[in-house]
């Protein structure tokens, strides 16, 4: 039981950041004056859109039980947490007079980057949740000890 609710709390958050990407896939044709990250619309929409997509189909597969999409969640969730902990450093040695300006920004995104991420860490290296993917064979099919 305790592992159903940890997988379901993970693909919530999964599913939340699925939500923020394909949101930020559709915003450059919305707002005609943001500036595109990856230099024009069509590229931000198609990799934000791409990445969305993804993070619901591994949400949806890890859900189902596969070995795969568990490692896949954890693996990401690890390095959204070494993404948060590299921001906040950053954010506590500034550079210039502008990182200095922007560092408590920084130490708030680094908070948001970060709290999912742990949490996802930890529910994701539970035992329970450990042992219901360690004994899937490489198709993924779960099996009950």
Not at 44 to 54: K, N, R
Not at 93 to 113: K, L, Q
Request: aromatic share 12%; glycine share 8%.
């Amino acid at each position: 039981m305790l592992a159903r609710i940890a997988i379901g709390a993970v693909c919530f958050f999964g599913l939340a950041l699925a939500a923020v990407l394909l949101l930020y896939a559709g915003s450059p044709w919305v707002e005609q004056r943001a500036i595109p990250f990856f230099g024009s619309r069509f590229y931000d929409s198609s990799l934000f859109g791409i990445a969305g997509l993804f993070t619901v189909f591994v949400s949806v597969r890890l859900l189902q039980g596969k070995a795969w999409a568990w490692r896949a969640a954890l693996a990401a969730s690890v390095l959204m947490l070494a993404l948060g902990v590299l921001i906040f450093i950053s954010a506590l040695n500034p550079r210039d007079e502008f990182a200095r300006s922007e560092s408590g920004f920084g130490i708030g995104i680094s908070v948001i980057v970060m709290a999912p991420a742990l949490i996802a860490t930890i529910l994701l290296i539970l035992p329970p949740v450990r042992r219901k993917f360690a004994f899937s064979s490489s198709t993924g099919v779960t099996t009950q000890a």
